[in-house]
Structures are given as structure tokens and as C-alpha cells.
């Protein structure tokens, strides 16, 4: 690389981004050499910063060591739950949620990402902090203020993936959740356009991230409306959409939901892909109870086919719920609060009881 820079006889500044490819996979090394006539200034080099990239996607996805089962199990090692919960369940590659409970996100996404990209993995994530969040139920409400602050929110999300590979599950529920800000005083249409504004800032802070907008369940939106709400939300601009995120729809009726829904796609944004939640499904949907007994923590549910990339259907089977994390406080969770883990709850998945 060659660049003038024309010095003056002040002291100034200049930053010269570059980017150099290394001949080892193990080491490298990077050098300055400064030429040129005339008076000689003193120039000193600060800040230089190095960073390792991607050239090809990694296959593996990662296992964080610290999700929550796997920070749970290795502290119970001792135990036949610790035991169990780690070969069950913190063993495996698990998407980690990103919302405004980080207190400094860029650092949390950094190095959730460096993590994984040291190991030669692809990490997983969900990005979870939209307005008005979880309208419908209201046990995950919360999210960003407003659509300025989710804007804010998003962009260094991305900024903080930045060129590597990643896996992103942008906003459970937030398409197929909507229309219930209505009982808030808020515009669906609102939620639309912010998720728009995601889609975008993802594809320019991030381009090397797959996001998968999220399109909710096999029984909630009609394949043709759903489709309607991904497209005005932006969906054009992802790999594709997510479905059965936290729930238990068996993987063939949300196989069929989702073709449905690729198949309207299909017409209007072009060819899309989708990976499917089975961290929960092993046991298919619980119908015995009220509606929201058949959703919120219900008993008798069962782990999934583990993740794995595939070759027809779903283009991924995820873990993206982190199985044994409550979904509110209801159902055999008790008290355990929305997105905490209860190693009772990760023993009733691996044992498919209570």
C-alpha cells in the first residue's frame, strides 16, 4: 500500500485504515516504512490496531460456554443435574439474546463474536430490544424506548458484529406481535417500519451476518399475511425468516407453515430461506390447558432435534430459546421470571416430564 500524506509544519493527526493478508494461519507480520525528500519530521505510530477476519464461513456453530445451562451445570458439576443439564443441553451450540440489559453492548456482542470467531465457529444470536416488545403477552415487555433509541440500539449491534460471520435471529415475535400494540395506543405500522430500519442497518454494519426475521408460529398469522407484514418489514433485505422461536410446534407442521410462507414470498422479494426453533418441540405443542397455560413454561414438553444445518426444508434446525429459561413467571416454572434459567425446567425437557 502506498499513500502520501502531506505533512505540515504542525503537529496534526491522520488515520490510514488497511488491510493486509497474512501467509500463516499463525503468524504474521505488518510493516511501516515512511520515505520521501526534504526535511525529515518526527512521526510516531500509536493505535495501530490489528484485528483477525473471516475469508470463509465457518460450518461449526459455537457452544458458549457461558450460556446460561452451561454456566449452571459447570458451577453443579457435582451433581446428577449439573451432569445432566451439560450433556443435555449446555453442550450444545445455543443463540445468545442481546437486549438492553447490557449494560455496554458493543462489548457483550464483541466478545460473544471474537468467542466464537477464535474457535472457527459460527455464533448465534437474537436481537431482542425492539419498542413495545412482547405486546401480546407482556411477561418479555420492554425493549427500547423509542424508534430513535431502537435505531441507536441496532446500529451498534451491528457495528459490534461488523464484518465476521454470524447468525442473527432478529426480534421474536415482532412481525407476528404487532397488531397488540393496539391495546397500547401504538401503530402496527410502527413496528413495521422500525423492523424495516433493522433490516437495513444490519445489511450495511453487518453484511456478512445471516439474519432471519422472525415470523412467529404454524398457528398465529396465515401464511399469506404474514408474508405481507415480512415484506413491509424488510425481509427483502435478509437471508430469510425464523419460526417456532420459544415454541413447540412440531418441526413438520413448522416445515409446512413455513414453505407456506416462502411460497408467498416467493412472488414479491424473491427466494428465501428459513430455520426452524426445535429446542422445545420434542413433544409437539401442549393442548390440555387455556391458551396461555399451552405456551407459558407448560408441562410435559420435550427437547428437540439438536441444531444442525440441512440440506432441504429448513435451511438450519436451531436451539434459539435457551432451554431451561423460563418464559414467565406461569406454568411448572412458579415464580422464575421471563428469560432466567431454572435447572427444573431443564430437567423437565430432557425427561419430557412433569
Not at 488491510?19 to 504474521?28: H, I
Not at 454456566?71 to 443463540?95: H, L, R, V, Y
Not at 407442521?253 to 422479494?269: I, M, N, P, R
Not at 410435559?300 to 444445518?309: A, I, M, N, S, V
Amino acid at each position: 500500500m502506498a499513500t502520501d500524506v502531506r505533512l505540515t509544519t504542525g503537529s496534526k493527526r491522520y488515520s490510514i485504515p488497511f488491510t493486509a493478508a497474512a501467509a500463516s494461519a499463525t503468524a504474521a507480520e505488518v510493516t511501516f516504512q515512511l520515505g520521501g525528500s526534504g526535511a525529515k519530521p518526527v512521526v510516531r505510530l500509536d493505535n495501530v490496531s490489528l484485528m483477525q477476519t473471516q475469508t470463509t464461513r465457518p460450518t461449526s456453530l459455537y457452544v458458549n460456554p457461558l450460556s446460561h445451562p452451561a454456566d449452571w451445570a459447570s458451577k453443579n458439576a457435582q451433581t446428577p443435574e449439573g451432569q445432566a443439564i451439560m450433556s443435555s443441553i449446555g453442550s450444545k451450540p445455543i443463540f445468545e439474546w442481546f437486549g438492553g440489559w447490557f449494560g455496554d453492548l458493543t462489548q457483550a456482542v464483541d466478545t460473544y463474536v471474537g468467542a466464537a470467531q477464535a474457535q472457527d465457529r459460527l455464533p448465534l444470536l437474537v436481537a431482542y430490544n425492539i419498542p413495545n416488545r412482547d405486546a401480546c403477552a407482556g411477561h418479555s415487555g420492554g425493549g427500547a424506548g423509542d424508534a430513535a433509541g431502537y435505531h441507536t440500539w441496532i446500529t451498534e449491534f451491528a457495528r459490534a458484529i461488523g464484518n465476521r460471520h454470524a447468525v442473527v435471529v432478529l426480534e421474536p415475535d415482532g412481525v407476528a406481535a404487532a397488531g397488540c400494540v393496539t391495546k397500547i395506543g401504538k401503530d402496527p405500522e410502527d413496528q413495521y417500519r422500525m423492523l424495516l430500519d433493522a433490516t437495513q442497518v444490519l445489511r450495511a454494519q453487518a453484511p456478512n451476518a445471516w439474519v432471519y426475521l422472525d415470523a412467529g408460529n404454524a398457528t398465529w398469522i396465515p401464511a399469506p399475511e404474514m408474508a405481507a407484514r415480512l415484506v413491509k418489514s424488510g425481509v427483502a433485505n435478509t437471508r430469510g425468516f425464523s419460526v417456532n422461536v420459544s415454541n413447540y410446534f412440531t418441526t413438520g407442521d413448522s416445515e409446512t407453515y413455513a414453505e407456506a410462507v416462502k411460497g408467498q414470498l416467493a412472488g414479491t422479494v424473491g427466494a428465501k430461506t428459513y430455520v426452524i426453533d426445535t429446542s422445545r418441540n420434542g413433544n409437539g405443542p401442549y393442548q390440555d390447558g387455556t391458551p396461555d397455560d399451552n405456551w407459558c413454561n407448560p408441562p410435559q414438553r420435550k427437547l428437540g432435534t439438536t441444531p444442525r444445518q440441512q440440506t432441504s426444508g429448513a435451511e438450519y434446525l436451531f436451539w434459539v430459546k435457551v432451554p431451561g429459561d423460563s418464559d414467565g413467571p406461569c406454568g411448572i416454572a412458579g415464580t422464575t421470571p421471563a428469560g432466567t434459567f431454572s435447572p427444573e425446567l431443564a430437567m423437565a425437557l430432557i425427561n419430557g416430564n412433569p
